[in-house]
């Protein structure tokens, strides 16, 4: 059973992450240029604060010090509190009018990982980076690319034990996995970790066909398996580390963009959504599309990384 949270509609919701200080949930509206926040218990009437940005933000997360790390359409930055100014912390060359900043978290070592998107999705020159910004006798942070070759970079999530990175590129309906060494901070033997039904022609939301979706943000419990949210799929699907499907669970909204694990116990499964851009006739048999969904589930997630500097 689902529940959506009151006041958390968005154009396009992304990269939720539970806040265990503050016992809040976080997340982005892409579109809407803004970072939300809920204060107070989640429930019925549930609060939520709006902070506006200059530009899109693809991803955040929590900095240890304080405030949040954020990707912005042409780089990464830091706000040392809600509200406060962003410092540009790191930039990438790339075409910000047609390029920007999208999918990302922190792992465990408190490296900032962020992919991007080709908003043309004439070409795959997405990119992952990674920004190490951790403070050794005031050096400068480093932004390293670490993975190419995609057209609209997401569900980056990173195993239990370190030693797997998982990056999907949506359009191409695929989920790549690599080895991953965390403290060299390296990745080797680049393989599909699951590819997934391409779109049929002709199919609309709604119709006859059956479609499952296209593999948007993702995150991976304590037991390894990764959840990922299936865009125009209605649904999320989890995954066992060798790729195989474990579950799928059906949503009330066409398009979920990503999931996180949150609460006290870290299972109440959060899953953040899309409306802009939707077909009327969705939206009306949808009126949750937009909105934060919540699910009480038996597997507890990872608590969020923090963003160390």
Request: with cysteine; charged share 20%.
């Amino acid at each position: 059973m689902w529940t959506a949270l009151d006041n958390s509609l968005s154009d396009l919701g992304e990269s939720p992450f539970w806040h265990p200080l503050e016992r809040s949930l976080y997340w982005l509206d892409i579109p809407g240029r803004a970072v939300l926040r809920t204060r107070g218990e989640i429930g019925s009437g549930t609060a939520v604060e709006r902070w506006p940005l200059p530009t899109e933000p693809g991803c955040m997360a929590p900095a240890r010090s304080g405030g949040l790390v954020i990707a912005l359409r042409d780089g990464i930055y830091r706000a040392r509190e809600w509200g406060g100014a962003l410092a540009a912390i790191a930039r990438v060359e790339h075409d910000a009018r047609t390029m920007r900043f999208n999918d990302g978290k922190c792992d465990a070592l408190g490296r900032f990982w962020a992919g991007t998107i080709n908003e043309a999705k004439d070409r795959p020159n997405a990119a992952l980076y990674c920004l190490d910004a951790r403070s050794d006798g005031g050096a400068s942070p480093i932004l390293s690319q670490m993975a190419s070759h995609a057209t609209t970079a997401n569900g980056l999530a990173f195993s239990p034990d370190a030693r797997t990175l998982y990056w999907a590129d949506t359009p191409a309906h695929v989920v790549r996995a690599w080895d991953w060494d965390a403290e060299g901070n390296t990745l080797s033997h680049a393989r599909v970790f699951r590819q997934f039904e391409a779109k049929p022609e002709g199919w609309s939301s709604g119709g006859a066909q059956a479609y499952g979706g296209r593999p948007d943000g993702a995150t991976v419990d304590a037991q390894g398996d990764y959840w990922v949210a299936m865009f125009e799929g209605a649904q999320l699907v989890r995954l066992s580390p060798s790729g195989e499907p474990v579950a799928a669970l059906a949503l009330p909204v066409q398009c979920p963009t990503m999931p996180c694990f949150g609460g006290d116990d870290l299972k109440t499964l959060f899953v953040t959504s899309a409306r802009k851009g939707r077909p009327e006739a969705e939206l009306a048999r949808q009126p949750d599309a937009g909105k934060v969904l919540a699910t009480r589930v038996d597997a507890p997630g990872l608590p969020v990384s923090f963003f160390e500097d």
